[in-house]
C-alpha cells in the first residue's frame, strides 16, 4: 500500500469515524439564556435598541443629526487650523477656543524641532513597550485560558 | 428552539473548540433568529438558515478574537507536528474494547484539542459538507494550505485516537 493509498483510507477513516458522530446535547441553561436575553432587550427602551429597530423618524433624525456635527466639526477644524496653514490669514477666534490654536501651533513647533534621533528612539521603545505587553498578555492567554482547555 | 439547538450548538463547538464559546455563539444565532422570526418562521429551510448563521458567527467569532493569540499559542505546537516523523496512525479498530458512548465523547474531546487551523478546516470539510475551494474561499486560505491543514488534522487526530486506545498505529513508510 503506498502513501496515497494510506491517506485514502486515512480520510475513509475518518469520514466515517466523524460521519458517526451524533449531535451533541446543547447546555440546558443555553434556552434560559436566550429567553432571559429576550426579554432584557424587549424591555430596553428604543434608543438603548440597535439601530435597527429605531423609529423611523428617530433614525432620519439621528442621521441628520450626524450629518449636521460632521460638518460643524469640520467647519470648526478648518476654522483653527486656518491661520496655521496660511499667515497671511488671520480669523478672529473666541477667547474660549484660543488655547486650542496655540496648543496646535505649540506641538508643531515642537515635532520640527525635535532631532530625528529622539523620534525613532521613541518609537523603539513604544515598540518593545507593546511587544512586552503582547508577550505578557500571550503568556497570560496560555496560562489561564488555553492550558486548563488542553488539559480537559 | 428546542429542535434545533443541539444542532446549533455542535456546529458552533465543533468549529470554535470551546463550550463555553459555542454556547455564546448559539445564544447569539437564536436571537439573530428572533430578530428575523417573520422571515424564516415559514421557511423549510430553517434549519439550513439556522446552521449557516451558526457556521458564520463561529467563524467570525475566530477571526475576530483569535486571529492574534491563534499565533503564539499554536505555533508551538504546529512545530511539535512537524518536527515528529509523519506517520499515518489507523485508529481501525475503533470500537474494540471501548464503549459507543464513551467512543464518541473521546472523539469529540479529540476535535477539540486539535490546533484552531487544522480543526476549523477540518471540520467545515466532515461536518459542513464543503468542499477543499469553499474551504479555502471562506477562510482566505490557499487551496494547497486548505488541503495540507485537513490532511494534518486527520494525521493528529488519529494519533489522538490512537493514544486514547482507539486504534494502532501504522507507518507510512512500506
Same mark, same amino acid.
Given at each position: ?55 423611523q ?18 467647519r ?21 477656543v ?8 505649540a ?7 525635535m532631532?530625528m ?15 512586552v ?20 | ?20 464559546q ?72 475503533v ?15 479529540a ?26 474561499? $471562506?477562510?482566505? #486560505?490557499? !487551496? @494547497? %494550505?486548505?488541503? =495540507?491543514?485537513?490532511? $494534518?488534522?486527520? #494525521?493528529? !487526530? @488519529? %494519533?489522538?485516537? =490512537? ?6 498505529d ?5
Amino acid at each position: 500500500m503506498n502513501a496515497d493509498d494510506r491517506e485514502r483510507e486515512l480520510e475513509q477513516l475518518i469520514g466515517r469515524l466523524l460521519g458517526e458522530q451524533p449531535l451533541r446535547q446543547a447546555p440546558r441553561s443555553l434556552e434560559l439564556r436566550v429567553m432571559a436575553e429576550i426579554e432584557r432587550r424587549a424591555r430596553l427602551p428604543w434608543w438603548r435598541r440597535s439601530f435597527a429597530q429605531w423609529p423611523q423618524a428617530a433614525r432620519v433624525a439621528f442621521l441628520a443629526a450626524s450629518a449636521g456635527f460632521v460638518y460643524v466639526g469640520l467647519r470648526i477644524a478648518m476654522w483653527v487650523t486656518e491661520p496655521i496653514d496660511s499667515a497671511a490669514r488671520t480669523v478672529e477666534l473666541p477667547a474660549a477656543v484660543t488655547w486650542i490654536q496655540t496648543l496646535i501651533t505649540a506641538l508643531i513647533t515642537v515635532s520640527e524641532s525635535m532631532p530625528m534621533l529622539w523620534i525613532y528612539g521613541g518609537l523603539a521603545v513604544l515598540t518593545v513597550l507593546y511587544a512586552v505587553l503582547f508577550g505578557v498578555g500571550t503568556a497570560a492567554y496560555r496560562t489561564i485560558y488555553a492550558a486548563p482547555l488542553r488539559s480537559a | 428552539m428546542r429542535a434545533y439547538q443541539d444542532m446549533v450548538f455542535t456546529t458552533a463547538a465543533r468549529i470554535a473548540g470551546n463550550d463555553k464559546q459555542a454556547e455564546d455563539i448559539a445564544q447569539e444565532v437564536f436571537l439573530k433568529a428572533y430578530e428575523n422570526y417573520e422571515q424564516i418562521r415559514n421557511s423549510p429551510t430553517v434549519g439550513g438558515w439556522l446552521k449557516t448563521v451558526a457556521t458564520n458567527l463561529s467563524l467570525n467569532y475566530l477571526a475576530r478574537y483569535r486571529r492574534r493569540w491563534r499565533l503564539f499559542s499554536e505555533m508551538h505546537r504546529q512545530d511539535e507536528d512537524e518536527d515528529q516523523e509523519m506517520e499515518l496512525p489507523m485508529p481501525e479498530n475503533v470500537a474494540a474494547g471501548v464503549d459507543l458512548g464513551m467512543q464518541r465523547q473521546l472523539i469529540e474531546q479529540a476535535l477539540q484539542r486539535l490546533p484552531e487551523p487544522h480543526r476549523v478546516p477540518l471540520v467545515l470539510y466532515h461536518f459542513e459538507d464543503m468542499s477543499y475551494e469553499e474551504i479555502a474561499k $471562506r477562510l482566505g #486560505v490557499s !487551496l @494547497a %494550505k486548505v488541503k =495540507t491543514d485537513i490532511f $494534518r488534522a486527520r #494525521v493528529a !487526530l @488519529a %494519533k489522538l485516537l =490512537t493514544r486514547k486506545g482507539l486504534g494502532a498505529d501504522i507507518a507510512l513508510s512500506p
